[in-house]
């Protein structure tokens, strides 16, 4: 077969939306997509493997992404949770890292805010929020409380008269190395409950020290956390934050986007394959002429719709207000495992060129790893969904 045989510039179904679930947007959201996608091919794409390569934020990219205006897409902006699913799948298939900038800033952070902050806190905050001037972060993950930070919450929160003291250590924070204001998750001595406050970054007794040393999300820049004795002002405490069953409010909805990650980050995997398999030739043929390649392809592209289709459809139950905590656990679960399969069927498909940063899969290869264990393990949201199907909890 000669190279001729294969038009490379103009592969069919080029978007990845094999079943057309694109169709099931407004013609609104659907311009608004391809402008986004647009947006991502100029300022994401080009710079995504050399800032992970060096483990740097792109700071300069942060007035950009203002600019495109991504921060709340459906409680500010009136969206359906589909397009703000597919916008999230399309920013991770341009990087998984930016991506994961928006889903703290976003999700966690500002999803914090917007659910559990009083009406006169939220007008106080959002805008900035909104409009990218002030970054967040989100501080719940403990050097010793990770899947059991539920009931194992160690930082503490102590009313002081006209304060909150904040004492104790957060693990794995994502922006916290420069972000202007953490929602930190901590437990009142008073009631023993967790609680959730705005920290400013710049107050005395806070510390951020960023983790080296990463071999997935790099770009993100996480940190250990230290709260000494941090005097937080009283309207700083999130008015509606004050049980653990209210962060889980926050969670449902963030682990829906973690979801859409798993999504986009095997479209990454199956554009670069794919790619790769038409263009590079062995034994006098490209590698897209052989079955167990070819066989290989259509597994990732398998894995990759289904986990779309249980998507469009949770996303759907989630505008509806019908969405479980089980169904969000069920498809982080289930579309990070094919997520997985996927970015290890794609790495093999560039074989050795697929260890190397270079060719675009090893990034995306290692930064599967991060978005299995992130949001609740993979194992644990197995289990908050085994627990929903059979009335017994096996996760304590
Ligand atoms: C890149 C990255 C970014 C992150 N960003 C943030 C952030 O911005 N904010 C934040 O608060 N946190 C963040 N996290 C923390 C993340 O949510 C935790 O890593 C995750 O919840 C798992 O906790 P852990 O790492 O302590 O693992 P552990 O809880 O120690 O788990 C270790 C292993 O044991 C398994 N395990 C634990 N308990 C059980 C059980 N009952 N049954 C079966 N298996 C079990 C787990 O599934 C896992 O395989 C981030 C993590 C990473 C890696």
New binding site residues.
């Given amino acids: 077969m000669s190279q001729a045989a294969i038009d490379t510039e103009n592969l069919p179904y080029a978007d990845g939306d094999f079943y057309a679930f694109e169709q099931l947007l407004t013609s609104k959201e659907r311009d608004r997509l391809a402008e986004v996608r647009q947006f991502l091919a100029r300022e994401v794409q080009p710079i995504a493997v050399d800032c992970w390569n060096r483990a740097e934020f792109p700071m300069d990219l942060i007035p950009k992404l203002a600019e495109i205006d991504l921060v709340s897409p459906v409680r500010r902006q009136g969206y359906s949770s589909l397009f703000a699913g597919l916008v999230h799948a399309e920013v991770t298939r341009a990087d998984t890292s930016i991506a994961t900038f928006m889903g ?1 800033h976003d999700g ?1 952070f500002t999803g914090s805010i917007e659910a559990l902050a009083s009406e006169e806190q939220k007008e106080a905050w959002l805008p900035d929020i909104y409009a990218l001037r002030k970054v967040g ?5 403990e050097p010793l409380g ?3 930070v539920a009931g194992g919450t160690r930082t503490t929160a102590r009313w002081d008269g006209d304060a909150w003291i904040l004492s104790g250590a ?1 693990r ?3 922006n916290a190395t420069f972000a202007d204001w953490v929602v930190i998750y901590a437990r009142d001595v008073a009631d023993n409950q967790v609680k959730g406050f705005l920290v400013d970054t710049s107050l005395p007794g806070y510390g951020a020290t960023k983790i080296e040393n990463k071999i ?2 790099r770009t ?1 820049q ?1 940190a250990d956390i230290t709260l000494d004795n941090v005097r937080v002002p009283g309207f700083f405490k999130l008015a509606g934050a004050n049980s653990f069953r209210d962060v889980n409010k926050v969670l449902k909805v963030t682990r829906l986007a973690v979801a859409w990650q798993a999504v986009g980050q095997q479209l990454a995997a199956f554009d670069v394959a794919r790619r790769y398999a038409v263009e590079r030739f062995q034994f006098g043929r490209p590698l897209a002429s052989f079955q167990l390649v070819q066989e290989q392809l259509v597994q990732i592209l398998g894995n990759a719709v289904s986990s779309m289709g249980m998507m469009v459809r949770l996303s759907q139950l989630e505008d509806a207000g019908e969405a479980k905590d089980e169904q969000s656990a069920l498809a982080k679960a289930f579309t990070t495992a094919r997520m997985r399969e996927s970015v290890a069927l794609g790495r093999s498909i560039l074989g050795g060129n697929g260890i190397v940063t270079d060719y675009g899969m090893a990034k995306i290869f290692a930064d599967a790893e ?1 978005v299995y ?8 949201n197995a ?1 908050v969904t085994g627990r929903a199907i059979t009335g017994v909890s096996a ?2």
């Fill in positions: 703290v966690l972060a989100f501080g719940l993950t990770g899947s059991d957060k794995w924070i994502g997935s999300l993100v996480n991060a264990s992130y949001e609740g393990t993979y194992e644990v289990l996760i304590v």
